[in-house]
């Protein structure tokens, strides 16, 4: 039995399309996706940051906060560390639950006075505001 013409052609034709339309797609989202943030937890100071969506340990001291500044450091969902002392305020690497993030660090940091979480984007929601806050930015800052 032989082969007509048209098969030959037309299915290497359809590989090859499909192929193509699969690098494409793969490279408009490549485009589309915004780029990573930057990550840096050597510890900051506070002021002057406007934190709208972070976790936030209050340690009884200074001493105690210290001591947990290298666990803190070391943590791969924190992408930045700020300092107020005795308080560490942490944004998040995007895409991390910060509540089930807080609760994971307040099991790991007994000696912490208070663990919550900053969300204005949440919160404005839930307050129903008639002039909300603008929204929050990925990087957790204003």
Not at 37 to 64: I, K, R, Y
Request: charged content about 20%.
């Amino acid at each position: 039995m032989t082969e007509k013409p048209l098969v030959r052609v037309l299915v290497p034709v359809i590989a090859v399309a499909l192929a193509a339309g699969t690098g494409l797609a793969f490279f408009i989202a490549a485009l589309l996706r915004p780029p990573d943030l930057p990550v840096d937890t050597n510890p900051a100071p506070l002021a002057g940051h406007e934190l709208c969506a972070a976790v936030v340990l209050v340690f009884p001291s200074g001493a105690e906060m210290q001591e947990a500044m290298p666990s803190l450091r070391d943590d791969a969902k924190a992408r930045r560390v700020f300092v107020d002392p005795p308080s560490v305020s942490l944004l998040a690497v995007p895409g991390t639950d910060l509540q089930a993030w807080a609760q994971e660090l307040h099991a790991r940091f007994r000696t912490a006075e208070r663990v919550t979480v900053i969300d204005s984007d949440t919160t404005a929601a839930q307050l129903k505001l008639t002039a909300p806050p603008p929204k929050c930015p990925r990087e957790g800052e204003y």
